[in-house]
């Protein structure tokens, strides 16, 4: 059997779970690869202009080529991609390899800066195309084209809020470009919101458009009303308007959605479709239409001999409470920790029974080995992830925790993180790393264990939250905070511990009924809920806490007693904003720089 005829058994395998994905793969079949250069003006399919909107099925198509503009550069054969949780590196993560944006040298002609610009213009110039071939040409129904240019209009908006994160004012293009359109200025940051909310205002009060799809629905993973409401709420977090944004929050809790029961169990392809999913990019196990998270994240030992490019900071896993709600301390589980030498707190991670050559070379490094305890030394460094939020567990792999994994070409096997790391063979199946010569934490959220039905590890099937009703709490609960409402912020923050089986804050006690600390609170519970997820990087640049969180004295890529590799520089303000690109700036010399960025 060929591997077309592999793939096309595939897809119809899954027709019936995730046909919006299926009609996306379905519109590769008929669309060149995205185009890179924003003043190309052809159409961005194989199909000419005139012909893509001429039937229904080829509406269907176009719009789906709009969707599938949320999939550009999620490299199924590398490790280049861009999916959300990527960004994470920047905070939550630590890359392998450290970023210039965190060595404090990157320039205008960062990779990063000009290939996102180009990705969120391909899809908002495939947006502008659909929304003016819709009207002028599509023979679809007129009810099915209000509710396919709404789809469009929010993908627009989407793409724009992307841009306006990261940029603060970028060309406003409405319509599908030309020529005369090449030179256009950038907007002011605030127009481009104007712009947004306008596109989203317009999405909401379409009544083609559903309230929200529920599991099974044909039509899931399209847009609609709730996840307009959700992503115009953030809009308002950003222009600090609390009251519009509170209202659009709870909307969306009228609508139907509310927090799946179990956090750990939500995000795998069984639960993808739970009434808290808002807004996910739709995954495939199929290659070119799967995730890239088990290359990118995985280790040796997991399905695929991935590469682990991205590692846990260990700054998010001192983020995470004690069971009991209490603040964690290292001081309590060995005392003196806080104030050692960090390069000596090895000796509490070292595994147990060591080889006399180990004990050798530890020594050599300036271990003090009296304080090795030959076969309680593991028992001892469990205790401190012991007792702990339950969300550690089910994004870390920490110190001498299991993995389920498999042995390439082989059966399941439990993996064991340990120090120093000897052999995946047995009889101990020590957990296998592309960085294990030294000791990082690493992610369990969105690695598939075991044999995990994908096809290879850039093709994973779980679908990628954008938009969930768990960060819609949190932003509520910030926008009441804002407010004042402190008592209010509180209780919805405690929504989302309790469902977490975390203590719940209690004034007074974990948590200061001032709106400094209960805004504090809020900021540590979302870094905590939605590690991995290509957020909060984004909070950072918007609460402006960059330096203070990430730069701040002795921070870099960590080892896991906290002895850093490489050195994060902090070179300024101007990280709050991403340079405009150079090769941007070169083919529109009236884009203006941002501060601080020099060409």
């Not at 599938?68 to 280049?80: E, H, K, V």
């Not at 213009?121 to 709404?150: F, V």
Request: aromatic share 12%; hydrophobic share 35%; charged share 20%.
């Amino acid at each position: 059997m060929n591997s077309s005829t592999t793939q096309g058994n595939a897809l119809t395998n899954y027709i019936s779970k995730k046909k919006l994905l299926i009609i996306f793969a379905a519109t590769t079949l008929c669309l060149s690869a995205c185009q890179k250069d924003l003043l190309k003006t052809d159409p961005y399919g194989s199909l000419g202009s005139t012909n893509m909107w001429s039937t229904d099925n080829l509406t269907d198509l176009g719009v789906n080529g709009v969707y599938q503009a949320l999939r550009l550069n999620i490299n199924s054969g590398g490790a280049s991609g861009r999916e959300m949780y990527q960004f994470d590196r920047f905070v939550t993560s630590q890359g392998r390899d450290a970023d210039d944006l965190l060595l404090g040298n990157a320039t205008t002609g960062n990779g990063n800066f000009s290939a996102v610009w180009q990705e969120l213009y391909e899809g908002i110039h495939r947006a502008n195309d659909a929304l003016l071939n819709i009207t002028a040409k599509s023979p679809s129904a007129a009810n099915k084209k209000a509710r396919l240019t709404a789809e469009v209009k929010y993908l627009r908006a989407y793409f724009y809020f992307r841009l306006n994160q990261l940029y603060k004012g970028v060309p406003i293009y409405l319509t599908p470009v030309t020529v005369a359109q090449t030179i256009l200025p950038r907007a002011t940051e605030e127009e481009v919101w104007k712009q947004v909310l306008s596109d989203l205002s317009e999405v909401i009060n379409e009544g083609e458009l559903p309230n929200r799809y529920t599991k099974g629905n044909a039509n899931y993973g399209r847009i609609t009303k709730s996840a307009a409401y959700a992503l115009r709420g953030k809009v308002y977090l950003y222009t600090k308007q609390w009251e519009l944004a509170l209202a659009d929050f709870q909307k969306v809790g009228d609508l139907g959605h509310n927090l799946f029961p179990n956090y750990a169990n939500l995000f795998t392809e069984a639960n993808e479709q739970a009434d808290e999913m808002i807004f996910s990019i739709q995954n495939l196990p199929i290659e070119g239409f799967g995730s890239t998270t088990q290359f990118m994240l995985g280790t040796r030992s997991a399905f695929g001999s991935n590469w682990n490019t991205y590692n846990v900071h260990n700054d998010l896993v001192d983020n995470y409470d004690n069971l009991d709600g209490s603040k964690f301390n290292w001081d309590k589980v060995i005392p003196g920790y806080s104030t050692m030498d960090v390069r000596k707190r090895e000796v509490f991670f070292l595994r147990n029974n060591l080889t006399e050559t180990e004990i050798r070379n530890s020594s050599n490094r300036g271990l003090d080995m009296s304080l090795y305890l030959p076969t309680g030394n593991e028992e001892r460094i469990k205790q401190a992830y012991a007792n702990r939020d339950p969300r550690l567990k089910a994004n870390v792999i920490t110190p001498y925790s299991e993995f389920l994994g498999r042995i390439i070409e082989g059966s399941e096997r439990i993996f064991t993180s340990r120090w120093p790391h000897r052999n995946e063979s047995g009889p101990q199946y020590d957990l296998t790393t592309d960085t294990r010569t030294f000791f990082y934490y690493l992610h369990r959220k969105f690695v598939y264990p075991g044999g995990a039905p994908i096809p290879s590890r850039t093709a994973g099937g779980i679908d990628f939250p954008l938009i969930r009703y768990g960060d819609v709490v949190l932003m509520e609960a910030e926008a009441l905070a804002e407010l004042n409402r402190l008592p209010e912020a509180v209780a919805k923050v405690n929504t989302i511990r309790s469902r977490a089986g975390v203590g719940t804050l209690v004034a007074g006690s974990n948590v200061q009924l001032t709106k400094e600390g209960v805004t504090t609170r809020i900021r540590q519970e979302r870094r905590a809920e939605l590690a991995n997820e290509g957020i909060s990087y984004f909070d950072e640049l918007r609460w402006k806490t960059l330096k203070e969180t990430i730069f701040y004295t002795g921070s870099g890529i960590k080892q896991i007693w906290g002895a850093v590799v490489i050195p994060y520089v902090w070179s300024g303000d101007e990280l709050y904003t991403w340079a405009i690109p150079r090769v941007e700036r070169e083919r529109n010399t009236s884009l203006t720089q941002n501060p601080g960025w020099q060409d």
